[in-house]
């Protein structure tokens, strides 16, 4: 069981900055791919930003304006958002995936609870 949690949310003027974070904790082996993924009120979830060891993916309306980061010696990733636009408001959530160990290796897919980020126009 790996867990996440998200933290950084909240409101802010269209044109400002926020920081989103996410923890991932429990029985760890290692983590390939973190990304942020966000759902706005009546509409699907939709990819944000991953990163895997190598390579870094966004969305086309955050790509110049957000940067996803993580550190990996702390099973964190980070989504640093600039130029938030009022279109950017939605809950954001942290995805893992990745192997873990108990008694035996297995693979993990687990998701945050979501962090809420409001952008007033």
């Known amino acids: 069981q790996v867990q996440l949690v998200e933290s950084g949310g909240g409101l802010v003027q269209a044109g400002g900055s926020l920081r989103l974070a996410c923890a991932a904790s429990?029985?760890?082996?290692?983590?390939?791919?973190m990304g942020w993924y966000r759902q706005a009120p009546g509409k699907q979830r939709e990819l944000v930003a991953t990163?895997?060891?190598?390579?870094?993916m966004y969305a086309d309306s955050v790509k110049g304006r957000f940067t996803i980061s993580r550190d990996n010696a702390k099973n964190m990733v980070y989504l640093e958002m600039n130029s938030l636009k009022p279109e950017d408001t939605a809950v954001y959530y942290c995805?893992?995936?990745?192997?873990?160990?108990?008694?035996?290796?297995?693979?993990?897919?687990?998701w945050g609870q979501g962090t809420q980020v409001t952008v007033s126009s």
């Open positions: 995805n893992a995936v990745g192997v873990v160990k108990r008694v035996e290796f297995s693979v993990f897919n687990s």
């Open positions: 429990g029985s760890i082996f290692s983590i390939n791919a």
């Open positions: 990163i895997t060891i190598t390579d870094t």
